[in-house]
């Protein structure tokens, strides 16, 4: 590396201390010796996966010629397999991931194996998802026991399919919540994840896959009336937004802040639909009338976290610094309530999001951000591409306005790229 070569030069000429000479290299030192345990780590859970993967299909080969009892043993030897891994990776490798995070998804994975193969024998009545119940219920424990990330994303994955699996249907038994209080049972964890190794790519890939797993809870609340179905979603999106920018995230890489990007993506998405008349109509035709408890207290749950985080955020950081786009969710209420038209309320949404675009463009300008810029761009390109559909204009002037637009881009990027080498110049 050049900076390790030009060490000795830099010490000489005075511009380091020995002392700061070799902390650089002790720090460069441990970040290639953090990457080559990170690709271990990789391939210790891609070896899991593999050997677990084989060993069933071993099992199936033979399946048909073994007795009940030969194969209620067998059912159990991935999980006996698994429960040796992990002891032995807690008693005498407590200090390698690779251990750990290996035995942990190996022996996750020996649970459900041996969920679905006790089924088979038995010929239990169970649905897929109350096998995936008991399947999340037992594989639960594994990454707080063996202190496994990789276990947590497999937990976390897996009841998102038992959320969409129960919470979809117009029915009000209970069952539907059945995500939300299984994804309490894996926060602790991610809690956990987020104060002791806030750097971590689980703790990044977490970021992500615990937002996107939680729009499965979502579908549990969604309700026949457009207008409580929309506010909630509205709502949910919104508190997404919020989770973003609380310090933990706001302080990290953009790219690894999925709460922030998915929320702004969805609100953006639903303006643009109801930057047209139409789609406005049913919802301030429809009164208030509800069909489901469950559901309105969804409704009502999500509207005060929402509104909570919208207070916390704005008595700690400054109403400045809250995003736009979080206010979106009162504006939609407040349409209703007074019953506005649904024309007009398509243009207040039109030219929210022409300020929208038009912010997010300035501020990358002034801060030199081209990946804000370009998204100032993009939806300020949408919102043209929406109003073509509401004027009447001839193919050669919206192909004319195109190729201005694509202009546009190009001009703008080049002239930041410009920017960006004249500063490193000076």
């Known amino acids: 590396m050049k900076i390790l070569q030009d060490l000795p030069e830099m010490v000489r000429e005075g511009i380091l201390t020995e002392d700061t000479a070799d902390k650089i290299r002790s720090f460069y030192a441990s970040k290639e ?8 780590l990789v391939f210790g859970v891609l070896g899991s996966l593999l050997v677990g993967l084989g060993l069933f299909l071993i099992l199936a080969h033979n399946w048909d010629d073994l007795s ?10 991935p999980l006996l397999l698994g429960l040796a891994a992990s002891g032995y990776s807690l008693v005498k490798k407590a200090d390698s991931p690779s251990w750990r995070e290996g035995s942990g998804v190996f022996l996750f994975l020996a649970v459900g194996v041996c969920l679905a193969l006790l089924q ?17 219920l037992m594989g639960a424990p594994v990454a707080y026991v063996v202190g496994s990330s990789m276990a947590s994303l497999l937990y976390f994955l897996g009841i998102m399919w038992i959320g969409f699996e129960y919470g979809s249907g117009l029915s009000d038994s209970w069952d539907k919540l059945l995500f939300w209080p299984m994804a309490l049972l894996g926060l602790p964890y991610y809690v956990w994840l987020i104060f002791k190794r806030p750097y971590s790519h689980f703790t990044y890939i977490h970021h992500w896959i615990v937002p996107i797993s939680s729009f499965a809870g979502l579908v549990c609340f969604l309700m026949p009336n457009q207008f409580y179905g929309l506010q909630l979603v509205y709502s949910f999106l919104t508190a997404l937004i919020l989770v973003g920018q609380l310090p933990f995230l706001k302080s990290g890489r953009n790219s690894v802040n999925g709460y922030s990007i998915l929320g702004n993506l969805g609100i953006l998405g639903l303006m643009l639909v109801f930057s047209f008349g139409d789609p406005w109509n049913p919802i301030l035709e429809n009164g208030f009338q509800f069909e489901s408890a469950i559901q309105m207290s969804g409704l009502i749950v999500l509207t005060m976290v ?55 463009i300035v501020k990358g300008a002034k801060s030199n951000l081209l990946g804000t ?18 004027a009447d204009l001839s193919f050669a002037l919206r192909g004319a306005v195109f190729v201005l637009l694509g202009i546009g881009f190009f001009a703008v990027n080049y002239w930041m790229i410009s920017k960006r080498k004249q500063d490193e110049q000076e």
């Open 68 to 77: 009940v009892g030969i194969k209620t043993v067998v059912a159990f030897l």
């Open 373 to 390: 810029l370009n998204s100032g761009m993009v939806v300020l390109s949408l919102l043209i591409l929406c109003r073509f559909f509401d």
């Open 306 to 360: 929402a509104c909570g985080l919208l207070g916390y955020l704005t008595l700690i950081q400054g109403l400045k610094s809250i995003n736009p786009l979080a206010f979106v969710f009162l504006l939609f209420g407040i349409i209703k309530i007074l019953s506005l038209p649904g024309d007009f309320a398509a243009g207040i949404f039109s030219l929210l999001l022409l300020a929208v675009s038009m912010n997010l």
């Open 33 to 40: 010796k953090g990457g080559g345990n990170r690709l271990f």
């Open 120 to 136: 088979q024998i038995h010929n239990l009545p169970d649905t897929t998802g109350q096998f995936m119940l008991k399947w999340m």
